[in-house]
């Protein structure tokens, strides 16, 4: 099974000022069709996760620009460029190239300082 | 607007079954592979199993195989997740998701393993 790590797992933010978070998996992402398959998820307080982000970089309809991801292979980055009281929660990536099963990282919790 | 509602959860004995479901609108239901992800309660996020547009091919994670069983009801646009032989550690908010890459999520339903 593909393992997936993230860092921090905690990440104080000050409103307003940027944030990132790192997720890195066991082996490379990189499908056999070319395509790189990892997702990253919001879950707020109390709510269902909801996705940001698709395939390392496609912002999900709704989503705020100011989210970003990026990456390739192994190494993975999920960006906040301003953080928002809105943003609080836990942030998880998730791979979905090798499978079964489909493997998320432990989840990064965001909150404000 | 997709929309995912589960239902069927609650407390059961270890040892014991549950069947969930997940009906599903706003999408072309028949198109798309179905999911099952779960969370212990304070814990992260666990895929669990899932179905393809026919309901012809299944898989799971290897704590489930041999007690959980996915299925699908295009009729109904709904699917379901048998759950037998419970234990403790299926204590769990279970997700219903739309695809495999997790394009939407339900609101979930509980389900409480214990004596």
């Known amino acids: 099974d593909v393992v997936m790590t993230q860092s921090p797992l905690s990440l104080p933010v000050t409103l307003g000022q940027p944030a990132s978070i790192s997720c890195r998996s066991s082996?490379?992402?990189?499908?056999?069709?070319?395509?790189?398959?990892l997702n990253w998820f919001q879950q707020r307080p109390g709510q269902s996760p909801r996705r940001l982000i698709y395939?390392?970089?496609h912002r999900d309809s709704g989503v705020p620009d100011r989210f970003s991801g990026s990456g390739s292979g192994t190494n993975f980055t999920l960006k906040i460029s301003r953080v928002e009281a809105e943003d609080v929660g836990v942030f998880y990536c998730m791979q979905t190239t090798h499978w079964p099963p489909f493997t998320f990282g432990p989840g990064t919790k965001v909150d404000i300082k | 607007e997709v929309q995912l509602v589960e239902s069927g959860g609650g407390l059961v004995q270890p040892g014991g079954s549950l069947r969930l479901s997940c009906a599903a609108s706003?999408?072309?239901?028949?198109?798309?592979?179905m999911s099952w992800v779960r969370q212990a309660p304070g814990k992260g996020l666990e895929w669990v199993a899932n179905?393809?547009?026919?309901?012809?091919?299944?898989r799971y994670v290897d704590s489930v195989k041999g007690r959980f069983t996915i299925s699908r009801d295009n009729a109904k646009n709904s699917i379901y997740l048998q759950m037998n032989s419970l234990r403790a550690e299926d204590t769990a908010v279970y997700y219903c998701?739309?695809?495999?890459?997790?394009?939407?999520w339900g609101q979930g339903t509980l389900v409480t393993v214990s004596s």
């Open positions: 395939m390392v970089s």
């Open positions: 179905i393809n547009e026919h309901g012809t091919e299944m």
């Open positions: 998701t739309k695809g495999n890459w997790g394009d939407n």
């Open positions: 082996q490379s992402l990189v499908h056999s069709d070319g395509n790189t398959y």
């Open positions: 706003g999408f072309t239901f028949t198109k798309f592979w």
